[in-house]
């Protein structure tokens, strides 16, 4: 029964009658509602809580209140899995390269989507050229941006659940061209501001190729720019653990 009143309040909360930051009635109002025993009740609000979509405030007179949780509620035991099954970098960029030129398409296919939003992005990155920590932030973000306007929410989650691991992993890689720049023999490595810049191209043409709707084009471009950046992102990393880049 405790179950089966979890899923009646859960219902309440997906489909809006509950939303963010409401508080469930007053227990007497909710065994009226359902017509069960207070200890019924109160297990139905311990799955909730355990799946953090209510928050209990013990000791408080306002109750229990609705928390929609965001994807990192996902994010996190994804992970966790990820490092339990022993899972590379090459591993989370080869999914990445299965999400994102899709979602490409999916963008440039949609009349109706934000496409002001990958462009604000796309600022963003712009405005950390010149710093490579806020850069590698920027263009991680941009990534994960471009999957969350897609219009797929299930796509989107995916992308979510990658997203710390991709971020971590371009962090690491900016720095270490950076001080390959700065050290000994530097102008032998290039100056990394040079691929910074031509990733900001290639977000560019993205943005024009969605703005037009060249569907195809878009998803093969991004394709084609995933291979390149991830090469480059990866190099000499391939085989280093998810476990090794989150510890």
Known sequence: ????????????????????????????????????????????????????????????????????????????????????????????????????????????????????????????????????????VATARFHLRLVELSGNQTLAMMAGMVHEIILRQTQSSVRTREAEAEGPGGAAHGDPRANYRRAVRAYEKLIELVRASEADEAERFWRRHLEVADELVLAGHQATRVIDVLD
């Open 1 to 136: 029964m405790g179950e089966l009143v979890a899923r009646r309040l859960r219902r309440m909360i997906v489909d809006g009658e509950l939303q963010d930051g409401d508080f469930l009635p007053h227990e007497s109002t909710l065994l009226e509602h359902f017509g069960v025993s207070r200890p019924t009740l109160r297990e139905a609000v311990r799955v909730l809580e355990a799946e953090g979509l209510i928050e209990l405030r013990r000791g408080s007179r306002t109750g229990a209140r609705v928390t929609v949780p965001g994807p990192e509620v996902v994010a996190r035991p994804a992970a966790l899995q990820l490092q339990l099954g022993r899972a590379t970098l090459a591993d989370v960029y080869v999914a990445r390269s299965a999400i994102e030129p899709t979602a490409a398409r999916l963008l440039a296919l949609n009349s109706d989507a934000d496409h002001g939003g990958l462009e604000e992005a796309l600022e963003e990155v712009r405005a950390c050229i010149e710093d490579a920590e806020r850069f590698a």
